[in-house]
């Protein structure tokens, strides 16, 4: 999820970020009651992957560029251990 203000350069990366992944679900939001909820600095933006497994959340802080959020999104994204089966083998080999 992308923490920042509307049409900010950031969410423009975000949203070409998000515009390459088939498999992660992205979403933003301006709302400062969301921040505090979810524990996110009211300033600045941030892009904070939230998850089922190792360590339940990771934030990156601005600036990033296309491949460095695309970068973080993929590795953060993937347990660090998993079961090897048909869906691990394009996770593990690509």
């Known amino acids: 999820m ?3 203000t509307e049409n900010s350069d950031d969410l423009k990366t975000f949203e070409n970020v998000a515009s390459l992944s088939e498999s992660v679900l992205f979403a933003h939001t301006t ?7 979810h524990n996110v600095a009211t300033e600045g933006t941030h892009v904070v992957v939230f998850k089922s497994f190792d360590e339940k959340r990771n934030t990156l802080a601005a ?3 296309v491949d460095s959020l695309n970068e973080f999104v993929n590795t953060v994204s993937v347990p660090t251990l998993l079961p090897f089966n048909e869906k691990a083998i394009p996770l593990i080999f690509q």
Do not use: G, K, Q
């Open 2 to 4: 992308l923490f920042t």
């Open 63 to 65: 600036p990033f560029t």
């Open 31 to 37: 709302l400062a009651d969301i921040r505090v909820t």
